[in-house]
């Protein structure tokens, strides 16, 4: 499908999806990673530069004297806890310039005492950022049975590693905590130790959800578009720039992998829009169950005695209202607070198939980010959180004379779920608690932590409270809007893979041609640039080559309602949520002319979840060549085919990795082994890969 000089219109129109449901769990307490080398980007290691392509324009280069400030970021952890011994460090930037946050004012990131300059919440991250060091990790994954909630798991795939103090975890979920500094290279090198052969042997690939991976796009990490999967007993390693700063995670996006455990917390130390005392650790929150995730689609019975786990931890009796616990439980998720102070809360919802409402008892808070985009901060007392979506949350604490038992309810409501079947009344929402004591082992009683009142609608945050802090003002569209092309995903009872009941088809509504959308796991598009030749369920839409960096890109989502879409490679602008179902009539003109949509400082996210029954239009600006998945983060929805690519300027991404190039070469390496592992097993990919 070529859009040309087309208005880019991608109409879903999704019928409301009451079927697959899948979790999966940990034991233990997470914990933290720190990077065994911090490498100063000199001219002994510029050749990263060279091997990945990375723009010289980012200038990493430093100077001889090596000077420049190192300090323990405001947004880590207090000394002496895990994770806390990672300081941001900016050799290049010499003396002069110093650490600017402030427990008043986090605004400030960096600051020259002479000059006045400053790198702070308001500078365009996406031009220019601080000069980091490079953080190298290495993550191991392997198969390992995990309790999360009082129920073993044997299906886990989880991330091992090593301390730099010589500490060995093996295997842990969610998975380390990876932390970097705005500005800074991260070099993380993936080894797949999953068994070669039997029901846990999988290949694997890793997604930095929300990062821009701008120029960098070999490293986003979907196999059968910027790699092959990494077999097992193979190893790869990503390399790109930190630009963006604040929450997100890194997954696995080999099919339905990350469900069952390849997933863990990513930091991206920067600025902050709302004044705190003290960070807490990332917050994950996830759907969990007790059979594989491919299990679970693929055998059409959903998650086996499912619940919910924050960083981890659950209580599967609680949650179910039974007593079914086949292993000890794990102690209740809490945090400790002190009277008066204000807390960072981040908090990222990974989970296979559920939204979550989160709040905390007789707590308010002021919501300052949402995904990787900091935000004018507002104040709610709950907010809905969708699958892939993050939101970074400041908490006032009660004063000392407010707290009564001094314990409080945090809470994870499923604002919507396939399959997930929860307890009579409300004991099974009440996922971790606050407290201030920090000895009590008490749960809060009904007389101090009581719910706030809260619509489970689930409808994405109102746009009128997403305010950027860092403006953006929307062109106009590149494309035509009076020959726009319909793109439909729709489903169909006739499916072409071989375990599924219903799958999402790509529909062509002028030539009212249909194909299931499925990526080639040994023939990725990174290798095909030149001329990439898109076999039909690929689906792969083209963006026109007289596109500049400076052009944008319109679509339109419609009648999505329950599919939280994520666009990989961009931040997408919401230029107009509509409140009724969509008509090609409804759009003659796009920014600045049409006055109804927002163009000056539009809400912007990587995530968005539509209204069911409306659309929304949101906006991108073609500066990233490469092809990028955009797709349904409802594992089974994506695995079924609700996804296409976007093939943005493929001639001068294909002039970026030409064939013989170090990261061409390293690609071919990784799928010759990913093809001999594919032959000796003999298996049949049977859904749509990612």
Not at 116 to 130: A, F, L, M, S, V
Not at 266 to 279: I, M, Q
Not at 388 to 412: C, H, L, M, P
Request: net charge negative; glycine share 8%; aromatic share 12%.
């Amino acid at each position: 499908m070529k859009l040309v000089e087309r208005f880019w219109t991608t109409v879903t129109v999704v019928v409301n999806w009451f079927t697959l449901s899948p979790f999966d769990v940990p034991d233990g307490p997470q914990f933290a990673i720190t990077p065994k080398i911090d490498t100063i980007y000199t001219a002994e290691n510029i050749h990263i530069q060279n091997l990945y392509n990375i723009d010289p324009a980012l200038k990493y280069e430093i100077s001889s004297d090596g000077h420049g400030p190192r300090f323990r970021p405001p947004t880590g952890r207090p000394k002496g806890l895990p994770g806390s011994d990672l300081k941001c460090k900016y050799p290049s930037l010499g003396p002069d310039w110093i650490p600017c946050s402030t427990a008043a004012n986090r605004e400030c990131w960096l600051r020259n005492t002479k000059t006045g300059e400053q790198y702070n919440i308001t500078t365009d991250y996406e031009k220019i950022t601080p000069p980091g060091v490079v953080r190298d990790y290495t993550l191991v994954l392997s198969n390992k049975t995990i309790n999360a909630d009082g129920m073993e798991f044997p299906y886990g795939k989880v991330f091992s590693y090593d301390f730099p103090e010589g500490e060995n975890f093996d295997g842990t979920f969610p998975g380390p905590w990876i932390q970097a500094c705005w500005g800074d290279i991260l070099n993380v090198t993936v080894y797949n130790k999953l068994p070669y052969t039997g029901v846990n042997s999988n290949g694997t690939s890793i997604h930095w959800h929300g990062l821009r991976q701008l120029d960098t796009m070999q490293f986003d990490g979907v196999n059968g578009i910027t790699q092959c999967p990494i077999a097992p007993g193979d190893h790869f390693t990503y390399t790109f720039p930190v630009l963006q700063y604040g929450s997100t995670w890194y997954h696995s996006h080999y099919s339905m992998q990350y469900a069952d455990g390849t997933q863990g917390p990513l930091t991206l130390h920067g600025p902050t829009s709302a004044p705190f005392d003290h960070p807490l650790y990332p917050l994950i929150i996830t759907d969990w169950g007790h059979n594989s995730a491919f299990a679970a689609t693929y055998r059409k019975i959903g998650l086996k005695t499912p619940s919910i786990v924050l960083n981890g931890r659950g209580n599967i009796n609680r949650f179910s209202g039974k007593n079914i616990n086949t292993t000890v439980i794990p102690d209740t998720y809490h945090v400790t607070f002190e009277p008066g102070k204000r807390y960072l809360v981040r908090i990222i919802n990974t989970a296979f198939e559920t939204g979550f409402t989160f709040s905390i008892d007789g707590h308010k808070f002021d919501v300052v980010q949402n995904d990787l985009v900091p935000i004018e901060p507002y104040t709610t007392n709950s907010i809905v959180v969708h699958i892939g979506q993050r939101y970074n949350i400041v908490v006032q604490a009660k004063e000392k004379s407010e707290i009564g038992d001094g314990n409080f309810w945090i809470r994870t409501t499923t604002c919507y779920t396939r399959s997930i079947q929860h307890g009579p009344g409300d004991d099974w929402m009440k996922t971790g608690i606050v407290r201030y004591n920090n000895q009590s082992t008490d749960d809060p009683t009904d007389r101090t932590s009581k719910p706030w009142p809260f619509s489970q609608i689930c409808d994405d945050e109102p746009l009128g409270n997403i305010r950027p802090k860092h403006n953006w003002t929307v062109g106009p569209s590149k494309n035509s809007i009076t020959q726009g092309e319909n793109i439909a995903l729709d489903r169909t009872s006739n499916p072409t893979y071989i375990h599924a009941s219903l799958l999402w088809n790509i529909k062509e509504t002028k030539s009212n041609s249909e194909q299931n959308f499925q990526i080639h796991y040994n023939d990725p598009i990174f290798l095909r640039l030149a001329d990439p030749k898109p076999r039909p369920e690929e689906v792969v839409v083209y963006s026109s080559e007289n596109y500049t960096a400076n052009d944008w890109a319109y679509i339109v989502i419609a009648d999505a309602g329950g599919h939280p879409i994520h666009l990989h490679g961009h931040d997408f602008a919401v230029v107009y949520q509509s409140d009724k179902s969509f008509s090609p009539d409804d759009i003659k003109s796009t920014c600045p002319d049409n006055k109804n949509f927002r163009c000056d400082n539009p809400p912007r996210r990587d995530v968005i979840m539509p209204h069911s029954g409306t659309y929304v239009v949101i906006a991108f600006k073609t500066d990233n060549p490469g092809s990028w998945l955009m797709h349904c983060h409802i594992a089974s929805h994506a695995g079924a085919g609700l996804d296409l690519q976007i093939l943005e300027r493929p001639q001068e991404a294909a002039a970026m990795w030409p064939p013989g190039s170090l990261a061409f070469v390293e690609t071919q390496r990784v799928c010759k082994n990913w093809e001999k592992w594919w032959d000796d097993i003999k298996i049949v990919q049977d859904d749509s890969g990612v």
